[in-house]
């Protein structure tokens, strides 16, 4: 049953009752920021007052602020070689309900000429799609920003080619803001790979200004390039941050040293940042980053045992500092020593700290852990989903450009 809008209470003086009743600007702005966006788009038709209220900045920011008092999750789900995306309460997940996944045209990304959910940032989701010229082979790529709850969306933004005739191309995006100029941005990162020759770049795009910078000086390849989702980029504090790889010179030989690159939204520099000092780089299963608690995490497994650390203070490598420990055993999975892949991957923590959400190799597998009682759920939600999709999500009335 749809939720009702809540009634608005006038009070008539006494003394003429028929005087109309006066509210002031600041408390219509509070009373309307309660509402829903899907009821907020119907109250733009009242009066023109109205219209230009919901539709100013000031507002839109206030909206938001309430909205993230009541977070969603989103996910990608798969039917019929289409994708959807999925929005859903953190409520139902943490509960373990059982979630229906609509299909719903209106969420289908063949519907938008797009084939890739980039990520969202306040409401506003990044898209990506392609187009290939068999001939040629000159690949057409560009971005298009949606809002699911508005049903706004804009034009095919960012557009550009590359040709990959003789060498193997990759373009991996991720979504964020930039903080300081109240600015949404997209990277790539690119990598050209051929016989001789290794490269990556990275580029910015803008919303707003609609061009693409390139950013030099990228001092490590990341992860995401060759392993898509499971290495997706994350989005923290003004930054974007990379699990990656780099060749270090030892004694005998070169030896591969896993560092994770902060790239600044604000500055568009780079910093690396060292793993945990008590993380054995040799052996076990490749490690991964994450956001929990609003920080950085750095997860990796050692022998049957999965350990997560957090960052208290980002930046600051000493800052460091283990919260989790636990083994396979306890989330029900045997392990296999020597198992190439990654196993589990941790996703979201619930906000009382007690739930983990876990993604196993398989993308359509979720495992809920809660760490007080010991005991682990598949998640009840049985349609192809691809769990290294799920991200933070609000709706909200930012527009698409």
Same mark, same amino acid.
């Given at each position: 049953? !749809?939720t009702?809008?809540?009634k ?19 408390l ?50 798969s ?9 859903f ?6 509960k ?12 289908? @990304? ?38 699911? !709850?508005?049903?706004?969306?804009? #034009? ?6 590359y040709?990959d ?9 991720t ?9 949404? *941005?997209?990277?790539? @990162?690119?990598s ?14 803008? @919303? ?11 001092? !490590? ?18 930054t ?6 780099? #060749? ?35 052996g ?9 608690? #609003? ?13 997560i ?13 283990q919260? @989790? *420990? ?6 029900g ?6 198992h ?18 876990? !993604? ?10 809660n ?31």
């Amino acid at each position: 049953m !749809a939720t009702q809008p809540p009634k608005l209470l006038y009070h008539h003086r006494k003394s003429n009752p028929s005087t109309p009743p006066i509210l002031p600007n600041e408390l219509i702005t509070d009373i309307l920021s309660r509402f829903t966006v899907k009821y907020l788009m119907q109250m733009k038709c009242v009066s023109k007052s109205w219209n230009t209220l919901i539709s100013d900045p000031i507002f839109i920011k206030i909206h938001l602020n309430r909205s993230e008092l009541n977070p969603q999750f989103s996910l990608i789900s798969s039917h019929n070689d289409d994708h959807s995306f999925v929005p859903f309460p953190v409520g139902l997940l943490w509960k373990n309900s059982s979630i229906n996944i609509p299909q719903d045209p209106s969420y289908q @990304l063949s519907n938008k000429n797009c084939t890739e959910i980039v990520g969202s940032c306040n409401g506003l989701v990044c898209l990506a799609g392609y187009s290939l010229n068999e001939i040629t082979r000159y690949k057409k790529i560009w971005l298009r920003f949606w809002n699911p !709850a508005t049903r706004a969306i804009s #034009d095919k933004l960012g557009s550009f080619f590359y040709y990959d005739r003789y060498r193997f191309e990759y373009c991996k995006f991720t979504f964020g803001y930039d903080n300081s100029t109240q600015t949404y *941005k997209v990277t790539a @990162l690119g990598s050209v790979v051929d016989r001789t020759l290794s490269e990556t770049d990275v580029k910015v795009f803008s @919303l707003g200004d609609n061009v693409w910078r390139t950013i030099h000086g990228v001092p !490590a390849i990341p992860l995401q390039l060759y392993f898509g989702h499971e290495y997706d980029g994350v989005h923290l504090s003004n930054t974007i941050n990379w699990l990656s790889i780099q #060749d270090v010179f030892g004694r005998d030989d070169i030896v591969e040293q896993f560092v994770i690159i902060s790239l600044d939204l604000s500055t568009e520099t780079f910093t690396q940042l060292m793993p945990p000092e008590n993380y054995d780089n040799h052996g076990g299963i490749s490690p991964n980053i994450c956001v929990m608690m #609003d920080s950085l995490c750095f997860s990796y497994d050692k022998e049957t045992e999965i350990f997560i650390w957090q960052m208290t203070k980002f930046g600051d490598e000493k800052s460091w500092s283990q919260f @989790l *420990k636990f083994s396979y055993h306890n989330v029900g999975v045997d392990y296999e020593l020597g198992h190439p892949y990654i196993k589990l991957t941790p996703l979201h923590l619930s906000e009382d700290g007690d739930t983990l959400l876990l !993604a196993k190799d398989e993308q359509d597998s979720a495992i809920l852990y809660n760490r007080r009682n010991n005991i682990a759920k598949k998640t009840r939600i049985n349609n192809k989903i691809c769990w290294f999709s799920i991200r933070a999500y609000v709706e909200s009335l930012v527009p698409t450009c």
